[in-house]
């Protein structure tokens, strides 16, 4: 008796029979959230398969019915269901294809049933088999991605809690010497002032003077540390329309006697600057006052410069040089970090740098959404350059 042909007749009727059943199996869950055609999708291979390999009569040609197998294994994996409801599909597929050729089957000779039998549980044993297969498969290669994903959130987890750390014990290591340098000369000044000389008094003075100028940097190192970490968090800009020319003129009014002290040239340009921007006019002073003290601080001879002009796109600029120490290369790509300070030799005690002021700056900058770039020559001076929106959006930073 030919079963293929006849499987192949009742392929529909088995296959409607078959979803039915798949449907109303109240323990095969995954299929209360899909529709008809998604759980009758690759069945028809399967069925059409399965009745090509009995044609064929070779139950050792599985080729066929793999193919169809695997491909009904991606979709189950995909469709959410668990291993014991495919193997409850299946069970559900042979008991619906006995059924259905049980009057068949009947009238032929016990050898041709027992043949048909033997085959069809074979076809469906291997081809649960592939399911499962490709079923694990597809399992798989999510546990791969997950893990993938998961090693890199871990890297970037071990990258935060160092990075935090470092910052941590750079804060304290830069913490640790003005306080040092409080205590010895708070220490020093009480000694003189027990074996009080009233001609010592310069010296009492240069000791508070120290106590002082120490103190103030330890404020600073704190104020600064505290805006960092403020900028890390939530940084909300306060947007206004303001002219440029004019903050700057205010920030060089800040900083002209620091120039003059060290007789430099200051340079001011801003005839090309906009008229007006959109801005954060806290903010922004900060970076200029922050870029501008720099090229101040770092320049012994020479001049200092700062210059505005309107860019394309909705951009504009503004430039802070000097002709002062310089940046190596190497060093350029650091001096952002928090607490980075190029080693320029002994520090005098007069040096009031904490390795902030860059650090805020360009986390300003970013939210400004707007960037900053260095070009440095060792003994020729610096060029930072900061290029901003004209028209800043009130961005809440996270
Ligand atoms: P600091 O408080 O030490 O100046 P910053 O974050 O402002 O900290 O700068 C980091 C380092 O970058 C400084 O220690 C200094 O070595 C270098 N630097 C910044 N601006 C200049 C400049 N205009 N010229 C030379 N070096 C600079």
Redesign the pocket.
């Known amino acids: 008796m030919d079963f293929s042909t006849i499987l192949n007749q009742k392929r529909d009727t088995i296959i409607d029979l078959w979803i039915g059943a798949v449907f109303e199996d109240q323990q095969i869950e995954a299929t209360n959230e899909l529709t008809f055609n998604a759980v009758r999708d690759s069945l028809p291979r399967v069925l059409a398969s399965l009745a090509d390999m009995m044609a064929h009569s070779d139950p050792e040609n599985y080729q066929v019915i793999d193919e169809a197998s695997l491909e009904h294994g991606l979709i189950r994996a995909e469709q959410g269901f668990e291993p014991a409801e495919i193997a409850r599909e299946y069970r559900l597929l042979r008991s619906v294809i006995f059924s259905e050729l049980e009057a068949d089957l009947v009238q032929a000779s016990p050898a041709d049933v027992l043949w048909a039998i033997r085959l069809i549980d074979t076809v469906v044993d291997e081809a649960i088999a592939r399911c499962f297969d490709s079923y694990t498969q597809s399992r798989m290669e999510e546990l791969d991605k997950l893990r993938t994903q998961m090693q890199l959130t871990n890297q970037e987890l071990t990258r935060l809690v160092r990075a935090s750390h470092d910052n941590m014990s750079k804060l304290t290591h830069e913490l640790k010497t003005p306080l040092t340098s409080i205590i010895g000369y708070a220490d020093l000044f009480l000694r003189q002032q027990q074996q009080a000389d009233l001609n010592d008094s310069y010296a009492h003075l240069e000791s508070i003077e120290r106590v002082l100028r120490s103190g103030r940097l330890l404020l600073r190192l704190i104020n600064d540390t505290l805006q960092l970490q403020q900028g890390d968090g939530q940084i909300k800009l306060k947007v206004v329309t303001i002219t440029p020319q004019d903050l700057i003129q205010s920030v060089i009014e800040i900083v002209e006697p620091l120039v003059r002290d060290k007789g430099l040239e200051l340079k001011v340009d801003c005839d090309r600057a906009p008229q007006i921007v959109q801005t954060d006019p806290l903010r922004l002073q900060q970076i200029v006052t ?1 870029l501008l003290s ?2 101040i ?2 320049t012994e001879k020479g001049y200092v410069s700062i210059s505005a002009e309107t860019l394309d796109h909705n951009r504009w600029s503004i430039v802070v040089s ?1 002709s ?4 190596a290369q190497a060093e350029q790509k650091y ?1 952002f970090e928090p607490y ?3 080693h ?1 030799g002994p520090t005098p005690a007069s040096d009031q ?7 805020i700056v360009s986390q300003l900058v970013e939210l400004m959404q707007g960037e900053i770039l260095v070009s ?1 020559l060792v003994k020729q001076g ?1 060029t ?1 350059t900061v290029i901003m929106p004209v028209e800043q959006h009130e961005l809440k930073h996270n």
Do not use: M, P, Q, W
Request: aromatic share 12%.
């Open positions: 922050n720099n090229a601080r770092y000097d002062g120490i310089g940046i001096i980075y300070r190029v320029h740098g904490t390795g902030l002021g860059l650090a440095s610096s930072f």
